[in-house]
């Protein structure tokens, strides 16, 4: 009992040390699994950083796209507003033009308006004489009257007299008639002609008060003009100055750029020695991979070994039982054997009680016959005789009868029991060779089992650190593949920047010696600049003077012009105190007209000469305000031809300063990929180094590998039968990853709700670590009911072996059930502690990711908003010049107009005045009359000059 109980220790102790390999087997499945899941999570990420990696470089491409398209609006709206100024400087030229015919027309005015002047003051004095004439006619016919009886030769004088009173009084009266038609006519023109010169008047007010606010504008962009020239200067002077830290800077990329060229040969030969390395740990991989085979099959044979030391067990704990229930059987048949003796004892026992009873019943007869007499003795000693054969018989009978069954039972039993003991002995003798035989191959066992086991943990210490190794080689064939990628990456950006930056370098070199000539060109252009500027200044000084001497004339002009209103009203004066001595006296009357005639005649050819002056004044003053105009009009051109060069100027001094904090960024970004490939390649030696030692410790261990994954292949074999029963396991926890990466998917797309979600982990964390806290509980708990079937299975086989090995195999299928719970409780809790590390780190990928997006959206939102911003700005300023263009183009087609109907007016105008002139000149027979139009021409021709000085000396 005592073997077979140790027997049983040891298979138990087999059965753990395989649940324990099982265990391992399971937990290299988990880890190889993780290695796989992780592999595939890396290959999902990466496929998701090209995929984002690719819409963000179609991204900057519509961005780009977008920014070229803004720069050609861009240009074609500069365009467009180049021949919009272009157009408007046009219009300010028509309007000069404008200008000068209003003034020419306003001239015209003034005169027409003292002719109709003169012409009033004529037809009044006219009145006048005419009322004095009618009265001289009333005062001669009253002295006629009185007179009464003249003589005839009086009559013949008045009736003379009469005739040329009435030939003068038919003169006067059609002079009268044509100067009221003419004052009508005139008058309605004077009247329109007033009205559109007054509207005409407003709007070049409004244009001279423009045109000052324009030449004040003018004055200010000189002004900015200047400013910008010396800080244009200033900034060539920093732009030298820049452009030497720009050479210091390019000879320092030169360097830069070499030791990146030396680096990335330096690289390529890392990077073919690191594929030479990758594909000796590809091989060593493959060689550990057909260890681990080995290896399986190495456990698969154990396994089968396992199971045939099972199976002997197991038949000897059925010879076992066999023998046992041949004792039993044997111990059954001497009990029965028992009770048949007993029974034949209580056989025994009734016959001698038969026998006494019998002797008793003779005792009786023989008393009844001897007391009865000796009646029939004959026949009593008959039947005595019968009865003592029949009791000799039964005697006989039941001696015999006891003696051969006793015996032959005895003897059977006997004998059974010998050839039943000598079995048993055979059996014990047999079973105790067996026994001995199983122990001393239970020891062999052991020792086997020790060695295999001390093998197992070696191989599976050797196993762990060549899966360690293995997954450090992997994950460092990993990160070489990926360093040699973003190696080759940075190699072909490094490459595209050493182009990119050597063609900066020669567009640098280009643009300093354009920077050297447009400085050169510049300097010029500020040189010529001050020498027309001071031109300008100087052409704008003696303008000044020349205005302020023509006022001046202006003003004398109009002093005399007074004198001459004066003196004219002073001989206006004279004449009527001659006209009304001429009353008195009619041939003093007459030689004092023919005088004054004579004197307005010289005073007429003074005028005129005065007129000639003053109109060759004007025309000088006319000319020198053209020429005036003309040098505005082209310093207006070089002020915007120089305005643009500033701004042309000032766009490329803006390029370069943004060429400049571009290479500024480049060489930045230059220097943190240089940090960062050094920092890399000293990882990359660092890693190479290990990676060395990995494989020399690696092809150290190989060997030894080799022959335990030989071993341990045949128990993979042996436990992909228990792998299978954990595949409807797998698969859920494959249903729970997939669950998971949906959620993951999900936390992806909407990652506003990943703070949501991080909340529903840390719940879920929660209820996971109250699950793992209840499967502690659990296990605790299991572990105490572990102890307690322990102790119970301890009495029970220290109690009964029959019943206890069944319960004993119940009670070590429980606990393995139990246990394979627990660890499948443990790796779910594991495994739920992974996944909530992957969400979280993936809650904080997308958070940053987010971060990220977001401020990439500001970006594009700002540099949209400051694009719109200009555009509208253009668009506006575009407005502003078309509506200038609309309004001066409406200005110069009504200006035109006006100008057309002030010539028609003026062409009318003149032809009145010069059918007038004629009629002045054919009536110069009646002198008053003549004298007054005379002096009404040469007072409106003097007030038409000072007029037109006036309104020059305005303007």
């Known amino acids: 009992m005592e073997d077979l109980q140790a027997e049983e220790e040891k298979v138990n102790h087999v059965n753990k040390l395989k649940q324990k390999l099982e265990q391992q087997l399971d937990d290299l499945e988990d880890s190889v699994e993780r290695e796989k899941r992780a592999k595939q999570e890396l290959e999902k990420s990466k496929r998701k950083t090209e995929g984002e990696l690719k819409v963000a470089q179609e991204n900057i491409e519509e961005l780009n796209k977008q920014k070229h398209d803004l720069e050609e609006n861009l240009k074609r709206k500069e365009t467009e507003l180049h021949q919009v100024s272009a157009r408007l400087e046009d219009e300010q030229s028509l309007v000069g033009k404008l200008q000068r015919q209003i003034k020419e027309l306003q001239a015209r005015i003034s005169e027409l308006e003292e002719e109709l002047e003169a012409e009033r003051q004529s037809r009044q004095k006219a009145d006048r004489s005419r009322s004095e004439l009618q009265r001289e006619l009333e005062e001669l016919s009253e002295r006629l009257d009185d007179a009464g009886g003249a003589t005839a030769a009086q009559i013949e004088v008045n009736k003379k007299r009469e005739a040329e009173l009435a030939k003068l009084r038919r003169d006067l009266e059609e002079n009268n008639l044509n100067h009221e038609t003419q004052l009508n006519a005139l008058r309605k023109k004077h009247n329109d002609a007033v009205a559109e010169l007054t509207d005409q008047l407003e709007q070049m007010q409004k244009i001279k008060v423009k045109v000052e606010k324009d030449k004040q504008q003018i004055q200010r962009e000189l002004e900015d003009a200047t400013q910008t020239a010396d800080s244009e200067l200033r900034a060539r002077q920093e732009a030298e100055k820049v452009i030497k830290n720009l050479e210091l800077q390019l ?119 001897e007391g009865e007499g000796l009646v029939k003795l004959e026949e009593i000693e008959e039947a005595k005789r019968t009865l003592q054969k029949r009791l000799q018989e039964l005697t006989d009978a039941n001696e015999a009868a006891n003696t051969k069954a006793c015996i032959q039972s005895l003897e059977k039993t006997r004998h059974k029991l010998m050839g039943d003991l000598d079995d048993a002995q055979v059996d014990v003798e047999r079973a105790a060779a067996y026994a001995a035989a199983l122990e001393k191959k239970q020891k ?251 494989r020399r410790q690696a092809e150290a261990d190989l060997i030894e590998l080799r022959e335990a994954v030989n071993d341990l292949s045949n128990q993979v074999n042996s436990l992909n039968g228990y792998k299978r029963k954990l595949e409807g396991e797998l698969q859920a926890l494959h249903a729970e990853l997939d669950e998971t990466l949906t959620e993951l998917k999900n936390a992806d797309e909407l990652s506003k709700k990943a703070s949501a979600d991080a909340a529903r982990l840390a719940e879920e964390l929660r209820q996971e670590q109250e699950h793992s806290q209840h499967v502690d509980r659990l296990r605790k708990g299991l572990e105490l009911q572990i102890k307690e079937m322990q102790v119970r299975l301890d009495e029970a086989e220290a109690a009964a072996l029959k019943g206890g090995k069944k319960i004993i195999a119940k009670l070590e299928e429980r606990i393995r059930a139990l246990e394979q719970e627990l660890d499948g409780e443990q790796r779910r809790h594991q495994e739920t502690d992974k996944n909530y590390r992957k969400a979280e780190r993936r809650v904080k990928e997308l958070d940053f990711q987010v971060e990220e997006d977001k401020k990439n959206s500001e970006r594009l939102t700002d540099l949209i908003d400051k694009l719109q911003g200009k555009l509208k700005v253009y668009k506006r300023q575009v407005e502003e010049a078309e509506e200038v263009a609309a309004t001066n183009l409406g200005k110069y087609r009504q200006l035109q107009a006006q100008m057309d109907e002030a010539e028609e007016r003026a062409d009318l105008a003149e032809n009145s005045l010069s059918k007038l002139r004629a009629k002045n000149r054919s009536s110069a027979s009646i002198a008053p009359a003549s004298v007054g139009l005379a002096t009404s021409a040469s007072a409106a021709v003097l007030r038409s000059t000072s007029f037109a000085r006036n309104s020059f000396a305005d303007y």
């Open 444 to 694: 062999g066992f052991d020792k086997i089992i020790d060695d295999w086991r001390r093998k197992c943990d070696d191989m599976a210490a050797e196993l762990d650190a060549s899966q360690r190794d293995a997954r450090n080689l992997a994950t460092d064939l990993f990160k070489a593949k990926t360093i040699q990628d973003e190696l080759a990456e940075t190699l072909e950006g490094t490459r595209r920047e050493n182009k990119a930056l050597a063609q900066e370098i020669k567009d640098l070199t280009d643009q300093l010696g354009e920077g050297g000539r447009s400085v050169h060109e510049l300097q010029k252009i500020v040189r010529r600049l001050e020498v027309e500027k001071e031109e300008i200044q100087h052409a704008l000084d003696e303008a000044e003077a020349a205005l302020e001497a023509e006022e001046s004339k202006v003003l004398r002009a109009q002093v005399e012009v007074s004198q001459i209103r004066s003196e004219i009203e002073k001989r206006i004066q004279e004449k009527e105190e001659e006209f009304e001595n001429t009353r008195k006296n009619h041939q003093r009357a007459l030689e004092s007209m023919q005088a004054t005639l004579e004197a307005e005649s010289r005073g007429k050819q003074e005028a005129l000469r005065i007129k000639k002056k003053l109109e060759s004044d004007i025309n000088e003053l006319e000319i020198a305000l053209d020429h005036a105009n003309k040098a505005y009009a082209d310093a207006q051109k070089t002020i915007k031809k120089h305005q643009d060069q500033i701004r042309e100027l000032q766009l490329q001094v803006e390029d370069e300063q943004r060429q400049r904090d571009e290479l500024r960024e480049q060489l930045f970004n230059s220097e943190k990929r240089n940090q960062i490939l050094q920092s890399e390649k000293d990882e990359l030696m660092h890693q190479a180094e290990q990676a060395e030692r990995a």
């Open 251 to 369: 000879n320092e990329l030169q360097t830069k750029a070499d030791e990146q060229s030396r680096l990335l040969n330096d690289l390529a030969a890392l990077k073919s020695r690191l594929q030479n390395e990758n594909s000796d740990l590809e091989h060593q991989v493959e060689d550990l991979e057909n260890q681990v085979n080995s290896l399986h099959r190495l456990k698969s044979q154990l396994v089968s070994q396992l199971e045939e030391a099972k199976r002997t067990a197991d038949e000897e704990s059925r010879e076992r039982q066999t023998l046992s229930g041949q004792l039993k059987n044997v111990q059954h048949e001497n009990d029965s054997l028992r009770e048949q003796l007993d029974d034949e004892q209580e056989g025994k026992a009734e016959c001698l009680r038969q026998i006494s009873k019998l002797n008793a019943e003779i005792q009786q007869w023989k008393a009844r016959f």
